[in-house]
Structure formats: C-alpha cells, structure tokens
C-alpha cells in the first residue's frame, strides 16, 4: 500500500564532508588544547591565575576526564535515530561559545585540587585526541548513543557527542588563553 507519509520520513544522515569537517574542526581544536597547556611553565601548570578559576593542570584534567568520557559514550551502545542527527549541535555550539555564560560542570568530570604532571598530562591528552578522532572517523555518527544521559540535555547522537568534545574544549582553549594572559599580567 502507498503512504504519502512514507517520503517524508527518512531522517537526514551525516554526509562524508561534514564528518570530514568535523573531524578536521576536532584535530586543530583539541591539537590547540594541547598546545596551549604546554605553554604554561610548570609552577603555572599549578597555579590559580585568577580568583574563582581552575588552574591550568585542573582544567586540563578536566578535558582529560570529559574527552576520554565522551570517548566512551562514541563507543558504546547505540540505537537508530528518529530525528535529524545534527539538530542539537547548533544549541551545544551556542552555549559552550558563550564566553559570558557561566558554567557550572558536573560533579564526576570536576578535577581534583592537586598538583598535576604537566608532561604525563600532554601525553594523556595526546592519546586521547588520537582516540577520539579514530573513533569519529570509523563510527556511524547518524546512531544515537544510549550508554549516557547527558546532564539537562538527554541522549546525544554520535555527531552530537562529537560536536560536544569539540565546542567544549574550543570553550577551554579560550579559558586557556584567558589564564596565560593573567600569568602574564602578573608577571609585569
């Protein structure tokens, strides 16, 4: 039997150039994490630069935890997906590129207050990049990954989880370069 409805319900699926622009967006973006942390010297590594701030090592580990995290979320169980696989990537983009906002980061990805290995540091974060992009380059970003809720956002696609790894640690390199400028300041 023929349904007029039938045409309208096919969901839109990641094309290969918009995984490949991800993908590059992901490579420079946590390669500038990387970067950045290791342009600290080491007592600033550890150091609060601002009242109310993480030090450098904390925010870090932060991206450490958070990455490696979602790292697993791409990985884990998945299901079909019943909507665009891309429609929330605009509000995660919005909110964590919102230099004004805020944020308050859940429990089980805040860093603990210790002094960090600057080096052992670089070198996880390093795994982790690689991990991540691997991971996004051989997965179908178009299932919807059901091993994790997200904290007042629910179940992310694949590509959603990505695009979260991405605008989340383009938020931190900028937080980054906020903590280098106050070293610096500080030290004039």
């Known amino acids: ?49 601002y009242p109310g701030s993480w030090t450098p090592g904390q925010c870090a580990q932060h991206i450490r935890m958070s990455a490696s995290g979602f790292n697993d979320v791409l990985n884990g169980r998945v299901t079909d997906t019943n909507r665009e696989p891309d429609a929330g990537v605009e509000q995660i983009k919005a909110q ?18 210790k002094a960090y290995d600057q080096e052992e540091m670089i070198q996880a974060l390093k795994v982790i990049r690689e991990n991540v992009l691997n991971s996004v ?10 091993s994790f809720k997200v904290p007042g956002a629910g179940w992310f696609t694949r590509f959603e989880a990505a695009s979260f790894v991405l605008y989340h640690t383009q938020r931190h390199v900028h937080q980054l370069k906020k903590m280098q400028k106050a070293f610096e300041e500080e030290a004039v």
Not at 96 to 113: A, W, Y
Request: charged content about 25%; overall charge negative; aromatic content about 12%.
């Open 137 to 146: 380059q051989s997965l179908d970003l178009d299932k919807t990954c059901i």
């Open 1 to 49: 039997m023929f349904s007029i409805f039938s045409t309208f319900a096919i969901t839109m699926e990641i094309t290969e150039e918009r995984k490949t622009k991800l993908l590059d967006e992901l490579s420079g973006t946590l390669q500038s994490f990387i970067d950045e942390a290791a342009l600290f010297n080491n007592q600033e590594f550890n150091s609060v630069p």
């Open 96 to 113: 964590f590129l919102n230099f004004d906002l805020k944020m308050q980061s859940p429990d089980f990805v805040v860093p603990e207050e």
